[in-house]
């Protein structure tokens, strides 16, 4: 990664701190790019650190069989909660062995996510709730007579479920290249900006590990996840919804791929378009706006700390020891903070007992 020449910030930083159920912590340290996007995502997340909203994430890290097990029961259980307070009923998932045969539930799971999320941003613009049962839309189960804010989280913990079982089935024979990632944002949500038509030149597919990328931040499904999933419905009903704008939200990225493997991806989408006759369904003068494919870069890994030890990431680390090792014995994230790298250093030179350097063979840059 020395060999990079991508340009960081050299006054301030990222710091992301992890916990887990032992209180045990982990710090991670981030270069941030030095693009404008980046610079109007710092903005975005200082505004929410200074409102103090809460920090949400979805934390994908190695699960053995019985954490799949009690992440299963969670989704199911979930799934449940949903149907019992809902006027549509979501389809079972079964059994972890069924639903790993039946897939397709996933996507029509999505399907409802999304019919959900787009029916409730029509009653809140009409302002269903200051008068409920004078509304021609109103029905005591849903959307009933004043908002259902948990019935709200549980829609959006069911879409990061949805994600999360895609990516889990996709890896559950690869072992080692069990999915790491954390998305992250604020809550309550509410500030946006939009994307400008220069970002959009900025999108790649490339995702490395130790990077970290621009949240989606977007109801719906992109290219990059209706080629994952197989879901043609989505393309076929005209659904993509490609990302317009962002907010704080950021995606931190330890999976661990090859230097072909997204080169290869892209001729696979390319087979899969032509295979499924999509040039039938959209017009020749596709704007760079309607497909966006992949995510935005924003920063990148130089470090982190936990037992009392420092580890600087010269190049990059052992990725797959790193992953099973240090990122999956945490599992929650305590706080994200924009600081000065004076003061990150001064915090990290306070407290360490040993420093570790961490070299091996480099990986192409996203570019």
């Known amino acids: 990664m020395e060999a990079c020449d991508m340009e960081f910030k050299e006054d301030i930083g990222l710091r992301v701190e992890i916990t ?29 650190i200074e409102l103090q909203k809460t920090v949400r994430f979805n934390y994908r890290r190695f699960l053995n069989k019985r954490d799949r097990k009690k992440v299963f029961n969670e989704f199911r259980s979930n799934i449940g909660y949903i149907n019992n307070h809902y006027d549509r009923k979501l389809p079972d998932i079964v059994s972890f062995e069924f639903l790993q045969n039946n897939q397709h539930i996933l996507n029509e799971l999505h399907e409802e996510f999304e019919v959900y999320g787009d029916r409730l941003k029509e009653i809140l613009e009409e302002r269903y709730y200051d008068n409920p049962t004078q509304s021609d839309k109103y029905h005591k189960i849903w959307p009933g007579d004043s908002y259902n ?115 290869k991806k892209k001729y696979k989408f390319y087979n899969w378009w ?39 990431i010269i190049q990059n680390t052992n990725r797959i020891n790193f992953n099973k090792n240090v990122w999956s014995r945490f599992n929650k ?5 924009i600081q000065s790298k004076k003061e990150i250093t001064k915090q990290i030179i306070e407290k360490t007992e040993k420093w570790v350097n961490i070299t091996v063979p480099p990986q192409k840059c996203p570019e």
């Open 149 to 263: 804010r948990t019935l709200h989280e549980k829609f959006l913990r069911l879409n990061e479920e949805i994600h999360n079982f895609e990516a889990l089935y996709r890896k559950l024979d690869e072992p080692d290249n069990a999915v790491c990632t954390c998305l992250i944002d604020f809550y309550p949500y509410g500030i946006h900006e939009p994307l400008k038509n220069e970002d959009y030149f900025l999108f790649d597919i490339n995702l490395e590990w130790g990077w970290m990328y621009l949240g989606y931040n977007t109801l719906g499904k992109t290219w990059h996840s209706v080629f994952e999933d197989d879901d043609t419905d989505v393309v076929i009903r005209k659904q993509i919804r490609p990302q317009q704008r962002f907010a704080a939200e950021f995606y931190m990225n330890f999976v661990p791929l090859g230097p072909n493997y997204f080169y």
């Open 274 to 312: 032509i295979k499924n006759k999509f040039s039938e369904l959209y017009p020749e003068d596709f704007t760079l706006r309607e497909m966006p494919f992949g995510y935005i870069p924003i920063g990148r890994i130089y470090g982190y700390y936990t037992n009392k030890t420092f580890t600087k």
């Open 20 to 48: 887990n159920d032992k209180e045990e912590i982990l710090e991670i340290f981030y270069d941030i790019v030095d693009s404008d996007i980046a610079n109007r995502w710092v903005n975005v997340v200082q505004k929410n």
């Open 333 to 337: 994230i305590k706080s994200v903070s």
